[in-house]
């Protein structure tokens, strides 16, 4: 492992070797992730969300049953990264798609994975009957304010104020509307059996979150409806910050607006 | 010096150097590399192995599971 | 065989998916073709075969409910009218993309807009042009008759997955309104996962020990990668082309002039290539029943013979342009079209060849 | 409304039919509600018994609750080939706006039937044959309305005998779900009553 | 005129739109035509001309925003790339039914599908035969610059309104994202709503003490009805393509072959004429500028002239149906094309000239 | 006045001659309703919900700069019957135009009319965004559990057990879906400024009602944001009732899935 | 007989005859007439009529407006 | 990485450019936040400076921050066909996947100009001018990591004079918002000490 030559830099040989060793290693990266280097911008939420996607499919058994459909965002290539059967859907269909799925393969385990723009503004109909309807699959819905892949364009999420490249003096409520708290309107419909808002930026919240992904998926096993794991993420990139910047922006502004926990869970 | 309790190999060539598990490591290990990588990143590294905990925080945080993290059971 | 019943061809669209071994139905309520998803709601053939019947929210989802059940390699379809077709357009691309095989019903009313609710023939261009982006072709049945809405809604099956290819079965209100006899065909069973697997060795029904995953997707931001997959499609359309041509001839063989008309319109030139003949004046029928890939060499063929063409439609003008490519300028190609929900009537037909053909 | 004298349904004869090649271009219209789609389908399966073509063409779109429907009925020895038209060799009409439609739209020499009940002006052309039927009336007082249908369907064969009582009665029963089959005598009686009641207004 | 300024093509369009009195933009992102939009939340023209731009949530959204301005009489438009123009088929359609004015710009990707995000010529057809339903036509400019982006986008305006009619401005991501030089129109005021009313007396302004109310509606349910509006539409695109046709020549006059190509693709085939003209091999270069209106009888005039013509362009084979059509089986017709984000290089469509046309 | 006839039948003529003069009149067609009879079916809740929009555009005096937006529904003609500028839609996309229309005439008094189809299935995204964005137009929300133009088919509103012809056996919620209180989203959303719930089938809910519209419009001049009246609705074509037992049908099970009330009024 | 305070005049042919107004009436002053209107409804008339205290129920829920309702100012 | 030995740069003659019918097609690639797209819009005003007709055409798509970006640049004498080019008389290239995809595709006898640093492999053909400049190593040194891309763009002027030294700062006027034109003059510093430190290390 050419790795190990860095490690020796500041180091006593022994003692990292006697560390280093397969007992006694309590964390790396799941097979079920591809070694496909992933697309994201250094520091991208939409990494640590699929390694955690990843874990608990790995960790739950069912990468034989899952079906994941992927958004047209920058997420549009998570077929390449898990490893199981993958759907591409159109740009905010991706609960369309997963309804099919769902009713045509009962016995699988069928999950969207779609960002703001997506599932909160052209998405809008298929997510909210979709999940109206309680077809037994997880949403996992990225929602970094902002559409990134096409460039950083105010998203139907993006907060008051915040500056995108179609709202380059901030958004102006005023004249855009009001960030949309898609994830309380899905709390209300009755088709929903759980809903809860997660981040990825620390440690604790990375556990947590994991936790609400195994959730979802443990749901929509017991067919209980739908599932939703909304998770507040950064696109540093689009936002034009470093991404310890950009995650230390969304604790103070984005939680704000989108304050972290469950929103519903029965 | 103090007998290490833990340790991170990290992936080179996955690695972005986006710094998160710098910031998110609570022992100050990490640092970014002078080298830069193929795709031109300058990567992780454990800079201070010697504080490395096991504590897992840094591969947590990584987006682009990088880092793999040992840790000696005591 | 089931015995002759009689019935409406949108009644026989439902009945016939079910007996074909559709796996799925996702639709949503539009005139002239509501029935199709009534029928199938009563029929519960859920109870029955184990096919499965969603009333979506819009066509657009429900077009995408297709694209997700057939990338799982299941056999299944929606159907609309003109409007809600269009809804369909981009989902349409991404089925031909993804090569994805689904049937798609559009039982064609008058346009544009949300114009009438009568039948009418004006979605021709949007089915064989490409209503959607791209470079794709659907392939297209154009059925004439209730028993046709049967037999070709079980073709369009078959076509869609020997090609990986959404087909269209392109009929119109006169057709899915009206009642008339039909035989319907023998129930088929449905494919079981293991059989899917097994036959379509590229569905997404989950890895289950396969080692490679399946991945459906219509992206490839690569240029080259994406011409190679565009050089796929058109070598595909290609062998479609060239296997797959099917129209019907009435009284053409000592034909002075041909009358070309496709579903409903054909029906009625019938009766005029007959009154026709009454007088005197030899006129056949050449009816396409794929509008694509369209009878090109055949046509072309009959061009050698004939003085003259008269392409008949339900609509301002569009078949009459595949007519005159096929022709190729060796005979005049004219065009009579009634439009907005009205029906030539056979006499006017005869009236238009006198006019425009024989002068 | 001008009452027409009642006359002896006796002295009714079949109008000519060209039975080697027969076709019969039939138009049934009245308020919804007036049973008249199923009636004609009933004599579109009639059809189909008798080993004709058939075609059955609703007029359909969002007709208004208790506004007009009307049906075309083709029976023919050959294959149809539109089921719509424009004009008809017999209309059955029930209400006085279908009346004025399709009296216009019957061919010359073709024949018109009608319900007695409700109009405001008379049937006019003189180049057609001009049947009336107070099958609502009668249906009611023998206590038969839900067979009003059959009653006109009766007249009609009178005139034209296009398809034979017994393919109706199979027709009928094709058409008629399973539960309702012991409607049928009921129906029969209807249909043969129906062939009483004719009042010939105009024939040429 | 202005200064001579360096700026995307989709700059352009922002720019554009503002200084020919422009009432509104409605949009949504998508690559690669997303600066149309930015472009103008930049430059702000609410502040400047009282200009209204809005993001939408969809591509349906925005067209059927469009639709609702447009029937106030005023100047809107949107724009989009493939995905999104397919997504506002039936938009389109009604705009079309209900007659009215609009400008809708397509900076062209490849398709099908989510395809690639490169240039291509692929939704010619959509564009021109109908992508929606109906029997209906887009006016259709097809710009080969960023000065006729800026150019086009008045002249979309201008022929909207004259003819109470959807314009369509077929680009493609390469004139989309390149900078060239430009020279933008002058600011043209927007109308007034009294001008409006006085302009366009069909505008649902209000009734404003009109006597009678101004209804914008599509729908006709009686046949006979909808076939007048039908023909009054054919009578409309009769007069356009009597009045509307424009083209450019390219070294036709002495031509022994003729290069057809639209748009980017002309562009590049007039480097293959100057490459083929060294040669001493007489090719010319005729480019449409109105796809629809098609520059028919203008082809045809050529055919009379010249051994044979290649159409080239970024797709499978769109266009050269329409070339085909023109020329009427006088010459061959021979097709040249690069696809899924390809661009053939003039030497390419050299050798085609050669090997296609010459042999 | 040929009606006079009838009044006369049981009565004598001096008195009812008495009553009926203008300066009695209470109660009359509004002239802003046109004299074209409605194309509904008899006892329509539509053609009362009409008769209102159109008695407060004449009371307010609005009706020179009032825009209405048809939908496709079965009041699709709607613009036949209320004599103002009417744009008709497409399918769904009411709140698209009115989005237009408010943003280009700031000074016009924009509203839609939409079926529960229209607004609740394949118009979602656009009801929500609308509303979202708080455009300054009026929703008038006719929602009678079914989509009655095209032959009465299930609706997203048609509640459970609901019999149509595309759920001929009820609709069960397992399979088809909850019934989508719409309405409650809307509520929820920060740019609606007032939601409530109508009837239309009483004398005094017809008065509420009347209220409601009057509020809306007045909330629309007043620039204050989106206002959705929703009018809990009789179908009693798609039903197969009686136009009575309709009303009661109504009363008795719509009402407990869609309570009458405001859900929000700021 | 009682004074009328009310009454109704009912528009014939945009009547459908739906009932409601007969339904909605507290003084049982409506019903549908046994004739029929060009549209071949059976439309509602003032059956009772000295019942009518023009409280403009009737008129207030009919859905094609109709009923124009007469009160005298006591 | 094998260091270079330093030339003198007063050796460097421009390279034979056929100004009659003149015609230069660069791509400018690297890392995205190189600068490489400005890079490439000061040259392209610099040649609408000098009259002639110029395009500017982006990588465009979803390059992930850090990724490589690249911009084709031609100035000419004459209308610009496509945009978009295969092969290319000038690169320059400021990262190694960036030498990778394209020093495959510089024209025979072409230019090849690169900055010294961080790359693993040196430019292998033999065919083409290859310079180096080390701009950034020389920026930073100067406290100019600022003008980091105007140093490239005098390196390249000094060998491919396709554009007048005045047009370009024209140019950069033009390009530059109106709040940055205080940094014109240490731009031109920039450019001018550009064209010192170049390092031919392969001349045809
Ligand atoms: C129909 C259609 N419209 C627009 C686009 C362009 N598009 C691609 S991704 C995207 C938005 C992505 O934003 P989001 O869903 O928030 O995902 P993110 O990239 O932020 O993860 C858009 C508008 C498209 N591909 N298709
Ligand atoms: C795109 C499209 N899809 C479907 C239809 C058919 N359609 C017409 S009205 C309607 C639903 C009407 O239901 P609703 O909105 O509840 O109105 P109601 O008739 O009940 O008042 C449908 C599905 C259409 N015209 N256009
Ligand atoms: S653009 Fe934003 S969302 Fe997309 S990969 Fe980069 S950081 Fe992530
Ligand atoms: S978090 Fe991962 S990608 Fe980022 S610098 Fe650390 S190891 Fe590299
Ligand atoms: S394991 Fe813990 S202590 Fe060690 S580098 Fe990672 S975060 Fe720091
Ligand atoms: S179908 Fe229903 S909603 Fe439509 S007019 Fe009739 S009763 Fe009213
Ligand atoms: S006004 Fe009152 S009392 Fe008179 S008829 Fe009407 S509801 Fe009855
Ligand atoms: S409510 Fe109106 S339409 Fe209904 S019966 Fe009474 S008057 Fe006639
Ligand atoms: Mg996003
Ligand atoms: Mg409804």
Redesign the pocket.
Same mark, same amino acid.
Do not use: D, E, F, R
């Given at each position: 492992m050419q790795i190990a030559t860095y490690l020796l830099q500041n180091h006593t040989i022994m003692t990292l070797q006697e560390i280093i060793q397969p007992a006694n290693k309590v964390y790396g990266k799941t097979p079920l992730l591809t070694d496909t280097p992933m697309h994201y911008c250094p520091g991208c939420s939409h990494g640590v969300v699929h390694k955690l996607i990843a874990e608990v499919i790995e960790e739950m058994g069912i990468q034989d049953i899952t079906i994941g459909i992927a958004p047209v965002g920058c997420a549009v290539f998570a077929y390449n990264y898990i490893d199981i059967d993958w759907q591409e859907a159109a740009h905010g269909r991706a609960p369309a798609l997963a309804t099919a799925v769902n009713r045509l393969l009962p016995e699988s385990c069928v999950f969207t994975y779609q960002g703001d723009g997506d599932l909160a503004a052209i998405g809008t109909a298929e997510t909210i009957h979709a999940c109206n309807r309680g077809e037994n699959i997880a949403i996992f819905f990225i929602n970094n304010g902002i559409y990134g892949m096409t460039g950083g364009q105010m998203a139907p999420t993006t907060i008051e104020g915040m500056v995108t490249s179609t709202s380059p003096e901030g958004r102006d409520v005023m004249l855009e509307g009001y960030p949309l708290k898609i994830s309380n309107l899905l709390t209300i419909l009755d088709g929903t059996c759980y809903v809860t808002r997660q981040a990825v930026h620390t440690p604790a919240t990375v556990i947590r979150a994991k936790k609400a992904i195994r959730k979802a998926f443990e749901n929509t096993l017991a067919k209980k409806g739908t599932s939703v794991v909304e998770f507040v993420s950064t696109c540093n990139s689009g936002w034009k910050m470093t991404p310890h910047q950009a995650n230390q922006w969304m604790a103070e502004h984005m939680f704000k607006v989108y304050p972290l926990g469950d929103l519903k869970d029965q | 010096m103090a007998r290490n309790k %833990?340790?991170?190999v990290v992936n080179i060539e996955r690695c972005k150097g986006c710094h998160l598990?710098e910031e998110?490591?609570?022992?100050d290990?990490?640092e970014m590399n002078q080298q830069t990588n193929a795709m031109g990143y300058h990567y992780a590294y454990?800079a201070n192995a010697e504080?490395?905990? %096991?504590?897992?925080?840094?591969?947590y945080v990584c987006p682009d599971a990088c880092?793999t993290?040992y840790r000696v059971k005591s | 065989m089931e015995e002759v019943k009689l019935m409406k061809g949108n009644e026989a669209i439902a009945e016939a998916a079910i007996r074909c071994g559709c796996d799925g139905y996702f639709g949503y309520p539009i005139t002239p073709q509501s029935e199709v998803l009534e029928t199938l709601m009563a029929l519960e053939p859920w109870n029955k075969t184990g096919m499965v019947v969603l009333q979506a929210e819009s066509e657009t989802a429900s077009i995408n409910m297709v694209y997700g059940g057939a990338a799982c390699g299941k056999r299944v379809m929606t159907s609309s009218s003109s409007p809600g077709i269009s809804l369909m357009q981009e989902g349409l691309s991404y089925i031909a993309g993804a090569e994805l095989p689904c049937v798609v019903v559009n039982v064609t009313r008058g346009g544009p807009g949300l114009g009438t609710i009568q039948p009418s023939q004006s979605d021709y261009f949007q089915t064989v042009k490409g209503g959607g982006h791209g470079d794709y072709k659907l392939i297209t049945l154009a059925p004439a008759s209730v028993q046709e809405m049967s037999d070709h809604l079980c073709l369009a099956f078959d076509l869609a997955f020997k090609y990986r290819n959404p087909v269209m079965v392109l009929s119109d209100g006169l057709i899915g309104q009206m009642m008339e006899k039909v035989q319907l065909p023998d129930y088929q069973p449905r494919l079981t996962n293991e059989e899917i697997r097994e036959k379509y060795p590229w569905a997404t029904l989950g890895k289950n020990g396969r080692a490679k995953q399946n991945i459906i997707t219509s992206l490839e931001l690569v240029s080259e990668e994406m011409e190679k997959v565009n050089n796929r499609l058109q070598q595909k359309y290609r062998e479609v082309e060239a296997n797959e041509v099917r129209y019907e001839t009435f009284l053409c063989d000592d034909a002075d002039y041909l009358l070309v008309a496709f579903g409903s319109s054909a029906r009625i030139c019938q009766k005029s290539v007959e009154l026709l003949r009454e007088e005197g004046i030899k006129v056949g029928l050449f009816r396409p029943i794929t509008l694509y890939p369209y009878p090109v060499a055949q046509i072309h063929e009959y061009a050698k013979q004939v003085k003259g063409m008269l392409s008949v439609e339900m609509n301002a003008g569009q078949m009459v342009e595949d007519v005159r490519l096929a022709v190729n300028g060796l005979v005049p190609v004219e065009f009579y079209g009634r439009y907005g929900g009205m029906i030539p009537t056979p006499e006017e037909i005869v009236k238009a060849v006198k006019e425009k053909l024989i002068i | 409304m001008k009452r027409v004298p009642m006359f002896g349904t006796s002295s009714i004869r079949p109008l000519k039919i060209n039975y080697s090649r027969m076709k019969e271009e039939i138009i049934i219209a009245g308020f919804g509600g007036q049973g008249v789609l199923s009636m004609g389908k009933i004599l579109a399966y009639s059809g189909l018994m008798q080993g004709k073509e058939v075609s059955w063409m609703p007029s359909y779109g969002p007709e208004q609750r208790g506004g007009t429907a009307n049906v075309t009925v083709i029976l023919s020895d050959e294959k149809i080939s539109s089921p719509i038209l424009q004009e008809y060799d017999t209309a059955i009409i029930l209400n006085q706006p279908s009346l004025d439609k399709f009296e216009p739209r019957i061919k010359k020499g073709g024949t018109l039937l009608y319900d007695g009940h409700g109009f405001v002006r008379e049937p006019q052309r003189t180049d057609i044959n001009i049947y009336r039927i107070d099958a609502l009336e009668t249906s009611i007082a023998l206590n038969m309305a839900k067979t009003f249908n059959m009653f006109i369907l009766g007249g009609l064969l009178k005139i034209r005998p296009i398809v034979e009582i017994d393919n109706v009665l199979l027709g009928l029963k094709k058409s008629l779900p399973e539960r309702h089959h012991h409607l049928l005598a009921q129906n029969e009686t209807a249909l043969r009553k129906g062939m009483e009641i004719l009042i010939p207004i105009h024939v040429l």
């Open positions: - | %833990g340790a991170v598990c998110a490591c609570p022992s290990v990490l454990m504080a490395c905990t %096991g504590c897992v925080s840094c591969a880092i993290v | - | -």
